[in-house]
């Protein structure tokens, strides 16, 4: 079992209608297989925070799980996004269960990425580990499933 957590805050802004860009959560975690036939089991509570500025337009964010080499694992854009109309801030909190084959006993590495972009136009910014105290902590834990 390996456990890790973000507390750094990380944030993309855009005023664009698409946004091909990811930007790194800062949540990881690394874990080295004991059996290649091995299963990971990786647990994700990535908190985050929309801030709208003063636009009522549809927005949405994207979270998406990818390994050291940033292959997605799990989301895309698009695929279990986020979406929002009419709301100026949000601050909530992605969960994440994913069982994963990596078929190696090398070290291996995932990664929270996110995404952030109008349907409409608009301009924001997406934070995650961010609050207004300054203490929120985002989370992974990887568990070995023997195979």
């Known amino acids: 079992v390996v456990h890790s957590s973000a507390t750094a805050e990380a944030s993309q802004t855009n005023s664009a209608t698409t946004q091909t860009t990811l930007t790194d959560t800062g949540l990881s975690a690394t874990i080295t297989p004991k059996f290649s036939t091995s299963k990971e089991l990786v647990l994700v509570h990535q908190t985050y925070q929309v801030d709208n500025g003063s636009n009522n337009t549809q927005f949405q964010i994207n979270m998406l799980l990818r390994d050291g080499s940033n292959n997605t694992l799990h989301g895309g854009l698009g ?8 709301m ?7 969960s994440l269960n994913f069982l994963h084959s990596p078929n190696t006993t090398n070290a291996f590495t995932y990664k929270m990425t ?3 972009y109008y349907i409409s136009s608009g301009s924001g910014t997406l934070k995650a580990q961010q609050d207004a105290q300054g203490n929120t902590k985002s989370e992974m834990t990887l568990m070995e499933v023997a195979g």
């Open 88 to 94: 100026i801030s949000a601050s909530n909190v992605y």
């Open 79 to 86: 695929y279990n996004a986020l979406r929002w109309k009419n």
């Open 114 to 116: 996110m995404n952030y």
